[in-house]
């Protein structure tokens, strides 16, 4: 360990790596750079926006059988989120990075041997790229700005400072391309990790989180919408973006002030079951609603469903899904399914068989997210199913994800929101789906006889289809 003296304060700064090139002094904030003649002061860092993560400056852990303590973090934002970096200490001197993008971590070390030949501006989600022995495809392409640093660094980095990064994923195997700097491509590879698998130690828990997490103190849960003054339930530092219940605007809340992206749209109101600021309390956690979107399939825009985004301190994210089959708890994989080919996703030894391809739209956001909604945004989503679980694929042209969903009692749903959640969808499909019903099952037991007997068995089904669909079909245009 080497010890400077600040040129900004003059208190004490440690460089615990020796691979460490600068340092956030903990005091004044002054940026000190370590080389071998002398220590050079950079000017001030920005301070970091504490945020949802429950790591932190000093948090331990181990990794494939080695300890290691987070020495330093530099937080990125990009127009849609942001994100933080920790550059972690190893007792035999490496170094790796530990990501947390909305509690979705992953581990990574540079490979200064891997040298990748693509190029930044040509990588896009679902990109395939054989590197380090396995295919990766690519999840995530953006251009980030470093907001703020803190602690030691491997590189110098200060406010505007832009990281151009892509990363890609094979199964839990993680893999980043920086291409940040002039030169050869930077390459860092690793896999999916979760905070229990690391034993992490010296967490910030879920009450530190709530009461530091935002730029907006002493406005925590609440503020008043920019546009329009109307009161806004959010997590500061937890979600990124809201939509003002009150007025649509558009609203940033990523940094210390508010931001409004774009004013309210006239939309015809979306009716939600669930209601934004609700808390529940699942597997032991206090998780609130914070945003509700509708979407429906481009191609038919009567499919529409609706998706609620919940935040449970220093657990993350889930959602709520609610379709015309039911409800559903979903899950962004941090480990990605195997997609052998476009029929078939693999994850854990379970096979699920594609049933559904379509391209999804937002008709319909309010509340807080994690990142920016925006009605009219679209992407790609192929939906595969193993019995009552069913996994789905989305892509923009930004990013790719997975998705694991499994069918939700109503009885859940009521229990943790109240009797009055309506099962009107769930428990009594239209008349005319029954309708429909009815007459496939009708034409599957007349099949036979209709291959085989005259063309009056086939005058009968006609009638008797007539007979229940007709009345279905005025009773749904009387609803
Ligand atoms: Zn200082
Ligand atoms: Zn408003």
Redesign the pocket.
């Known amino acids: 360990m080497q010890h400077v003296a600040?040129p900004?304060?003059?208190?004490q700064?440690e460089f615990k790596s020796p691979a460490s090139v600068m340092a956030v002094?903990e005091?004044?904030k002054?940026t000190v750079l370590k080389d071998a003649e002398s220590v050079q002061n950079l000017g001030k860092m920005a301070e970091v926006i504490e945020d949802y993560t429950p790591l932190q400056i000093g948090t331990s852990g181990v990794f494939e059988g080695r300890s290691f303590a987070l020495v330093g973090r530099i937080q990125l934002r990009y127009p849609d989120g942001f994100w933080n970096e920790w550059y972690a200490l190893f007792d035999d001197g490496q170094a790796g990075w530990l990501a947390d993008a909305s509690n979705q971590f992953t581990f990574t070390f540079e490979k200064p041997d891997i040298a990748p030949t693509v190029e930044f501006a040509q990588i896009r989600p679902g990109m395939t790229l054989a590197l380090a022995g396995d295919t990766f495809t690519a999840s995530d392409v953006r251009t980030a700005r470093c907001t703020a640093g803190q602690g030691e660094l491997p590189f110098k980095v200060g406010p505007g400072w832009e990281a151009r990064v892509a990363d890609f994923r094979c199964a839990a195997r993680f893999l980043t391309l920086d291409f940040s700097e002039e030169g050869p491509v930077r390459a860092y590879v690793g896999r999916a990790v979760t905070l229990a698998d690391l034993k992490a130690q010296l967490l910030r828990d879920a009450g530190e989180i709530s009461d530091t997490a935002g730029a907006l103190k002493g406005k925590v849960g609440q503020l008043a919408c920019p546009a329009c003054g109307s009161p806004v339930h959010y997590s500061p530092g937890m979600t990124s973006h809201f939509i003002c219940p009150s007025c649509h605007a558009s609203v940033d809340v990523s940094s210390s002030t508010a931001v409004v992206l774009a004013a309210g749209q006239k939309l015809a109101a979306a009716p939600f079951t669930l209601e934004l600021g609700t808390s529940i309390n699942v597997d032991g956690t206090s998780y609130t609603l914070l945003g509700a979107l509708r979407r429906a399939e481009v191609q038919d825009p009567s499919s529409s469903w609706s998706e609620y985004l919940l935040y449970g301190a220093g657990r993350g994210f889930i959602w709520l899904v609610e379709t015309s089959e039911g409800w559903q708890r979903t899950e962004v994989l941090n480990e990605w399914p195997a997609w052998p080919d476009a029929e078939h996703a693999q994850l854990q030894g379970r096979t699920y068989r594609r049933f559904a391809s379509y391209a999804a739209q937002v008709t319909y956001a309010l509340g807080a997210f994690n990142w920016r909604v925006a009605v009219g945004e679209t992407a790609q989503v192929a939906e595969f199913r193993d019995g009552q679980v069913t996994l789905a694929v989305e892509a923009t042209s930004e990013e790719m994800g997975w998705s694991r969903s499994r069918q939700l009692p109503l009885d859940q749903v009521r229990a943790w929101f109240g009797e009055s959640v309506h099962a009107e969808i769930h428990e009594h499909p239209s008349y005319r789906r029954t309708a429909r019903l009815i007459l496939i099952g009708l034409m599957v037991v007349n099949a036979i006889p209709l291959l085989l007997a005259t063309g009056s068995t086939f005058f009968f089904v006609i009638i008797a289809a007539l007979a229940i669909y007709l009345p279905a079909l005025i009773l749904d245009k009387m609803d």
């Open positions: 600040c900004g304060c003059g208190a700064v002094c005091y004044c002054t």
